[in-house]
């Protein structure tokens, strides 16, 4: 069994496409996923799949939860491997942090077209998409004068031509020793 990171877009926001994590777990388990776990309610599900193609494995989960739900869910699968790989790599460790910078990584659909030139710069929400690699963007957003900061998912989409689906760099961490704690609990 290879152990996979769901990660689900656009459900829990702003009181649209609302589910429950343990009805989420169900659906995961009717989609033949195993030892499935959730992680805060924004639709991060870990869990152990013998598939071994993630696109695949994500159209499948997906017309589970359609038919489960009633409307359409993107969701992007990534073996836990290549994020602990992400973790480990971590491309934002020469990024100076403080209150006024949050980092995403956006994890995208598929890998875009090669072209843009990067950095891209959104003025408007103070975002800089810096890094794409592996299927994954990875943006720094600093908060603009009004206190607020931009987040990144639509500049990413606009730009790149790809579906993604954000998650702040703390998260992402937390996740992968989430999933490594639950390895070390079934030893």
């Not at 990660?7 to 609302?18: P, S, W, Y």
């Amino acid at each position: 069994m290879t152990r996979y990171v769901a990660f689900l877009r656009a459900i829990n926001v702003a009181g649209q496409k609302l589910i429950k994590m343990q009805e989420l777990a169900r659906i995961f388990a009717a989609a033949g996923c195993k030892n499935i776990r959730t992680y805060i309610q924004s639709g991060n599900v870990i869990f152990d799949s013998k598939s071994t193609n993630s696109a695949a494995l994500s159209k499948k989960i997906e017309r589970t939860l359609q038919q489960a739900l009633g409307y359409e869910v993107t969701i992007i699968v990534r073996p836990f491997a290549e994020l602990e790989a992400l973790v480990r790599r971590n491309p934002f460790k020469k990024i100076k942090t403080d209150d006024e910078v949050v980092l995403f990584v956006v994890f995208l659909s598929h890998q875009p077209k090669p072209g843009p030139k990067l950095p891209l710069i959104s003025i408007k929400d103070n975002l800089e998409l810096f890094e794409i690699k592996n299927g994954a963007a990875f943006v720094v957003a600093r908060r603009k004068p009004n206190g607020r900061g931009g987040f990144p998912n639509a500049f990413v989409e606009k730009e790149l031509g790809v579906v993604g689906t954000t998650r702040n760099w703390n998260t992402v961490n937390k996740i992968v020793h989430f999933a490594e704690a639950l390895d070390e609990e079934r030893k």
